[in-house]
């Protein structure tokens, strides 16, 4: 495809259930970065990789999340023992990570509801 | 120091008028500077960038200001139509961690 995807577009999961997104890159693209998005708020930095080498987990809020890109293509997001606090859009991006590029291309974000 | 602070929350604009956001920061590090522009239940699409070696950037209707000395940018969406009611967000990044540290958006609804 010519943009970033990602599955599922909506996830309900009860409390304690174990969640995973999915992200798609753009073809080519280097680096790969996933966001949370509050409602009514901006973005935030969950992690980032270097093709399939995680080399910043800083923005993960708790060992409950985990991501791996092991062929550094596509990656997963995993949740585990979902709580009502990780309700939120999670955002998907990619960037060609070469020399003097920056920008990031988003997709359409996975909205998580947990009850 | 890593905050990127937005104003204002929220702007109603008449058709044809000049739309006007403004973001602040403290982190000397940050080295790019892009807007982003989101429409509801969509990711957000860059609209604009700018590094700190310029002071103005425009493309289109769209326009950045940057002021290195006092460490904020601005965006400035000109003759602003009902189809750029959107939530605009700023950001800022360093070069070598690359990750997008994000304003906390303005809402724009432009009055037809």
């Known amino acids: 495809g010519a943009g970033v995807s990602q599955s599922p577009r909506y996830k309900v999961a009860k409390r304690g259930q174990d969640v995973a997104l999915r992200c798609d890159p753009i073809?080519?693209?280097?680096?790969l970065f996933w966001y949370q998005q509050a409602l009514g708020q901006g973005p935030e930095f969950l992690t980032y990789?270097?093709?399939?080498?995680?080399?910043?987990k800083s923005g993960l809020p708790s060992d409950r999340f985990f991501a791996e890109r092991p062929e550094g293509s596509v990656s997963t997001l995993k949740i585990q023992r979902t709580q009502q606090e990780d309700s939120a859009v999670y955002l998907c991006?990619?960037?060609?990570?070469?020399?003097?590029?920056?920008?990031?291309?988003f997709g359409p974000g996975t909205r998580l509801t947990v009850l | 120091q890593q905050q990127v602070k937005q104003s204002p929350q929220s702007l109603i604009v008449q058709k044809g008028g000049i739309s006007i956001i403004n973001c602040a920061y403290e982190n000397t590090a940050f080295d790019y500077f892009p807007w982003y522009q989101q429409f509801p239940g969509k990711g957000p699409a860059l609209l604009i960038a700018?590094?700190?070696?310029?002071s103005e950037k425009k493309e289109g209707r769209f326009t950045i200001s940057f002021n290195k000395s006092a460490k904020q940018f601005s965006l400035h969406i000109m003759d602003s139509q009902p189809g750029d009611s959107a939530t605009y967000f700023c950001a800022a990044s360093a070069s070598g961690t690359y990750k997008y540290i994000f304003g906390t958006g303005t809402r724009l609804k432009v009055l037809a």
């Open positions: 073809s080519g693209h280097v680096s």
């Open positions: 990789f270097q093709n399939e080498a995680q080399l910043d």
């Open positions: 700018i590094r700190p070696d310029v």
């Open positions: 991006a990619s960037s060609p990570g070469v020399a003097g590029s920056r920008e990031q291309f």
